[in-house]
């Protein structure tokens, strides 16, 4: 088993959602850390962690960044990071408890290894890419304002796409 320190620099977790329900806002967190525990003989028992900061929302709106860290979304001032914990690998999906505001629900990612390989510098690193589909509601993450015809301002099914690199920690 190897342990390998996520390269936040060259990691991205993005995630979309619909906006009055005729256009879809897309996101990233920028403030994100976690290991990856690999084991390249048996990778079904690979875990990884991760966190992320709520308040390093950037939709490239800081009006609607501001309110996506009020208490009506992520609270960021009274909730801690949301973080992943993968509880189980089967090669392709990572199954693991995601917490969003306090709230842990099982979510399932779907999961794409990129491969391994040496930097110009001589560090290991691999890379990998995941997809999931949330019900934000299902976080405690509810407010939304109606609209005429029976829409809504934002959308429950909130898409989630992290592109990962990790280094090898040498320690």
Same mark, same amino acid.
């Given at each position: 088993?190897?342990?390998?320190?996520?390269?936040?620099?060259?990691?991205? #977790?993005?995630?979309?959602?619909?906006?009055?329900?005729?256009?879809? #806002?897309?996101?990233?967190?920028?403030? #994100?850390?976690? !290991?990856?525990?690999?084991?390249?003989?048996?990778? !079904?028992?690979?875990?990884?962690?991760?966190?992320?900061?709520?308040?390093?929302?950037?939709?490239?709106?800081?009006?609607?960044?501001?309110?996506?860290?009020?208490?009506?979304?992520?609270? $960021?001032?009274?909730?801690?990071?949301? !973080?992943?914990?993968?509880?189980?690998?089967?090669?392709?999906?990572?199954?693991?408890?995601? !917490?969003?505001?306090?709230?842990?629900?099982? #979510?399932?990612?779907? $999961?794409?290894?990129?491969?391994?390989?040496? =930097?110009?510098?001589?560090?290991?690193?691999?890379?990998?890419?995941?997809?999931?589909?949330?019900?934000?509601? =299902?976080?405690?993450?509810?407010?939304?304002?109606?609209? =005429?015809?029976?829409?809504?301002?934002?959308?429950?099914?909130?898409?989630?796409?992290?592109?990962?690199?990790?280094?090898?920690?040498?320690?």
């Amino acid at each position: 088993m190897t342990t390998w320190n996520l390269d936040s620099a060259h990691t991205q #977790v993005n995630f979309s959602a619909k906006q009055m329900m005729v256009t879809t #806002v897309r996101g990233t967190f920028h403030d #994100v850390t976690g !290991t990856i525990e690999l084991d390249e003989t048996d990778p !079904t028992r690979s875990r990884g962690a991760f966190s992320v900061k709520a308040a390093s929302v950037d939709t490239n709106f800081g009006a609607r960044d501001t309110h996506l860290r009020s208490a009506d979304f992520f609270d $960021v001032e009274n909730s801690g990071p949301m !973080t992943f914990k993968a509880t189980d690998f089967d090669g392709t999906t990572a199954t693991g408890e995601l !917490t969003i505001k306090g709230v842990t629900r099982t #979510v399932e990612l779907d $999961v794409e290894f990129l491969g391994l390989g040496l =930097d110009p510098w001589g560090n290991q690193r691999l890379g990998f890419e995941a997809n999931t589909v949330i019900n934000r509601q =299902d976080f405690g993450v509810t407010f939304n304002i109606p609209l =005429d015809g029976g829409k809504v301002m934002v959308g429950d099914k909130v898409s989630i796409h992290l592109a990962v690199e990790a280094v090898h920690n040498q320690s």
